[in-house]
């Protein structure tokens, strides 16, 4: 059974930085891995996601500012947050994806981690 765990989230001001980390277990193949954003009342949106070779792909709104990567032959993955805004306020989820090419999670749903972003 695929677990995420995901962790690095917190309070900054508008214009910091925070760097998001998610482990996957329970999976022995190397897979693409999405990060996902939750706010209160909102649908979970696809933020960004990175192939097993590192090709990445990013939501429109957070172009320029965030970066995933992850660590080599392995299904651990960063999402590196900068220039935060208020609005990127929300819960923070990782998953696993069938597709790089489009929004795919197929594992359980983790904890998540908050990303609180004030004015």
């Known amino acids: 059974q695929v677990q995420l765990v995901e962790s690095g989230g917190g309070l900054v001001q508008a214009g910091g930085s925070l760097r998001l980390s998610c482990v996957v277990s329970?999976?022995?193949?190397?897979?693409?891995i999405g990060w996902y954003r939750q706010d209160t009342s909102k649908p979970r949106e696809f933020i960004a996601v990175?192939?097993?070779?590192?090709?990445?792909r990013y939501e429109d709104s957070v172009k320029g500012r965030f970066t995933v990567s992850r660590d080599s032959g392995k299904n651990t993955a960063y999402l590196q947050m900068n220039s935060l805004k208020p609005e990127d306020t929300g819960v923070y989820y990782c998953?696993?994806?069938?597709?790089?090419?489009?929004?795919?999670?197929?594992?359980?749903w983790g904890q998540g981690t908050q990303v609180t972003v004030s004015p």
């Open positions: 998953n696993v994806e069938r597709t790089f090419v489009e929004s795919s999670p197929f594992g359980s």
């Open positions: 329970g999976i022995d193949q190397i897979r693409s």
């Open positions: 990175i192939s097993p070779y590192g090709s990445a």
